[in-house]
């Protein structure tokens, strides 16, 4: 009886065996990659995070505008539209005004979510404002959502931020970051 097995058949079926066993091989791999990348991802958008947070309480004006993509679109309490520009000049006008200490803690990441070169990230920011002896802190609720450049780096293109009450001391005068 063995001896009426077609050669050809058990090559096929070899050769059949050895693609699912590659497949198998190549498509763990490529699903640990994509984990790999992932974490990467969420680990360089916290980084990114973190130093925007240390550049906005030494009024670093430069590095913090630097997280925003050129074409930032965001939406805030009393801003439907803004703009990278628009952002960066309401943060000039803050950093300047005399007497006004502004101090951002950094974010409460609660998730991100990671799609090729972009990512959603659900946090919550705590600002401490403080002016003439009066301060008062609050917290933001945010969605942002970033996008990898080419040459690797992930900003923020767009954004929702919304507290639930204003913050006192800047109510008093101040414009909101």
Request: charge should be neutral; proline fraction near 4%; aromatic fraction near 6%.
């Amino acid at each position: 009886m063995l001896s009426q097995i077609d050669p050809r058949a058990t090559r096929r079926r070899r050769s059949l065996c050895c693609a699912v066993a590659a497949l198998a091989l190549f498509g763990g791999a490529a699903q640990a990659a994509g984990a790999d990348d992932s974490s990467s991802a969420k680990a360089a958008i916290t980084d990114r995070l973190d130093r925007w947070t240390a550049a906005f309480n030494a009024k670093d004006l430069t590095a913090v505008c630097g997280l925003f993509a050129p074409d930032l679109s965001y939406t805030v309490d009393d801003i439907l539209n803004g703009s990278r520009d628009r952002l960066c000049a309401n943060l000039r006008a803050v950093f300047a005004r005399p007497g006004v200490e502004l101090r951002y803690d950094e974010p409460a990441i609660h998730e991100i979510l990671v799609s090729g070169e972009l990512a959603a990230v659900r946090l919550t920011w705590t600002l401490t404002a403080e002016r003439n002896g009066a301060r008062d802190t609050t917290t933001e609720e945010g969605m942002d959502v970033f996008r990898r450049a080419p040459d690797g780096v992930w900003s923020i293109a767009r954004y929702i931020a919304f507290s639930t009450r204003p913050n006192a001391v800047l109510s008093s005068g101040a414009s909101k970051p």
